[in-house]
């Protein structure tokens, strides 16, 4: 039985979205009082709350409610709603431990589906500090980037369109795919990714479309394809880029028709079958340069995840880091922990590997850990570089934007002649700030019969 508070201070507003959840094994309260649900989040005894971020009372929020409730309930999720959709707020909401900011006016199915993922997360944190398990793989992360990618997917699993999951190694595409595969109502169906730049050109083919008897030498039997193999489901083409031209022609019929035909073969067989496809390479480019085909690429592209790299999503590094900490040390046996300095290092670096390259460090920490924490001195040197960001060199020594906006003032009086009247039209102001955009800038337009 899941337990979840509703926290509003409008009394319809708990009523509506209670009806909006209430459902088979959960159990619901509501709090319109700030107060009374600082009180029941004190409390730690719900699996999720749902709260608004404005509760209207001097002294508490909903970041409070959030606050006290996680301090409480480790375990336990929130998900806040605002009626004042900001980035800041986003942010803040993140960095308190939310697992998920939804903007005022909200869709309902959207809810209804973070509402489903918040109570999934809850009940594998339980899991996992009941048995000690490592976790299994999933999406991690609380940034604005993030939150945007976990709203595509959920559009992308309801849908029965293609999709592109575009981004750097070590991103995480196969999760993406896996997750719009699970999410959606082919999910009890088989999941088969295939690495299209692993296999050889010359099996690839029969890789995914299968072969009759003596198609080829070595062909001894009649062999079903990958695609065969998941009808029904879902088929993940990883790399599709590394594709050759001939191949590109017949995934196209089997995205427009719905066919395949085995190498060897004389005729068509139907698959039912949704495809998504992966890739770190841009597509775009190689269809500019004849490197991939045109329609293809536009029949796969009707929903497009990007996922961003680690490296622009920092602020979720040390989640991912506690997540593979603990996987590790249940896989090796052992406790360790990081020291605070050694996880700022590790929000530091660049990750060129993304998270695949984080969690490979993290296990070859513990691994070779000579004690119960491991220290900024034990982790590898380029960890321990200085890293330079690459548009802070860029920006180095340049004006700011007030030193470049003084700049045009005095450029655009120049032009004008000292005319403060046809200044101000060509800024785009009145008279008035003018004046005020030279006091800010120490400049003095002084009286003297321009206008």
């Not at 590790?346 to 998270?355: D, F, K, R, S, T």
């Not at 982790?379 to 570089?385: D, F, N, S």
Request: charged letters at 25%.
């Amino acid at each position: 039985m899941s337990r979840i508070l509703i926290v509003d201070d409008d009394r319809e507003t708990c009523r509506f979205i209670t009806e909006l959840l209430e459902g088979a094994g959960r159990e619901i309260e509501s709090a319109s009082k700030p107060r009374e649900a600082l009180a029941l989040a004190r409390g730690g005894g719900f699996d999720l709350i749902v709260s608004d971020i404005n509760l209207n009372h001097p002294d508490v929020s909903g970041l409070d409610v959030l606050k006290a409730f996680r301090a409480a309930n480790p375990i336990g999720q929130v998900v806040l709603i605002s009626g004042f959709g900001t980035l800041e707020t986003a942010i803040e909401a993140s960095k308190a431990g939310a697992f998920d900011y939804i903007s005022k006016p909200f869709n309902i199915g959207e809810v209804k589906r973070t509402v489903a993922r918040a109570l999934a997360q809850a009940a594998r944190a339980e899991a996992h500090e009941r048995t000690g398990a490592v976790e299994p793989p999933g999406l991690i992360g609380r940034t604005a980037a993030m939150l945007t990618v976990y709203k595509q997917i959920a559009v992308a699993a309801g849908a029965a369109a293609p999709v592109l999951v575009v981004g750097e190694s070590g991103t995480g595409k196969e999760l993406v795919a896996r997750a719009i595969h699970e999410h959606g109502p082919r999910a009890g169906r088989p999941f088969v990714p295939v690495n299209c730049g692993a296999i050889a050109e010359s099996l690839l083919e029969s890789e995914l479309f299968g072969h009759t008897r003596g198609a080829f030498t070595g062909a001894v039997s009649d062999t079903k394809g990958i695609f065969e193999q998941a009808h029904g489901g879902a088929v993940l083409l990883d790399e599709i880029s590394e594709t050759t031209a001939a191949l590109q022609v017949k995934l196209l019929r089997v995205l427009q028709e719905g066919e395949i035909r085995a190498v060897g073969a004389s005729r068509s067989v139907r698959v039912d079958v949704r495809i998504i496809a992966a890739t770190n390479t841009d597509l775009e480019r190689a269809v500019t340069k004849k490197r991939f085909r045109e329609d293809l690429f536009y029949r796969l592209s009707v929903i497009v995840i990007k996922l961003p790299p680690l490296r622009d999503r920092r602020p979720d590094i040390p989640l991912l880091v506690d997540r593979f900490l603990r996987n590790a040390c249940a896989r090796a046996g052992r406790q360790v922990e990081l020291a605070s300095a050694a996880v700022d290092a590790l929000v530091a670096y660049a990750w060129p590997g993304n998270v695949r390259e984080l969690e490979n460090t993290i296990e070859r920490l513990v691994l070779f850990a000579g004690g119960s924490r491991i220290e900024v001195a034990d982790l590898p040197a380029p960890l321990t570089e200085r890293q330079t960001d690459f548009a802070e060199e860029l920006f180095l020594d340049l004006p700011t934007l007030d030193d470049l906006d003084r700049r045009y003032l005095l450029h655009v009086l120049r032009v004008m002649g000292g005319n403060r009247t046809r200044a101000a039209e060509a800024l785009g102001v009145d008279r008035r700030t003018l004046y005020r955009m030279a006091q800010r800038f120490g400049l003095d337009l002084k009286e003297d019969g321009s206008e």
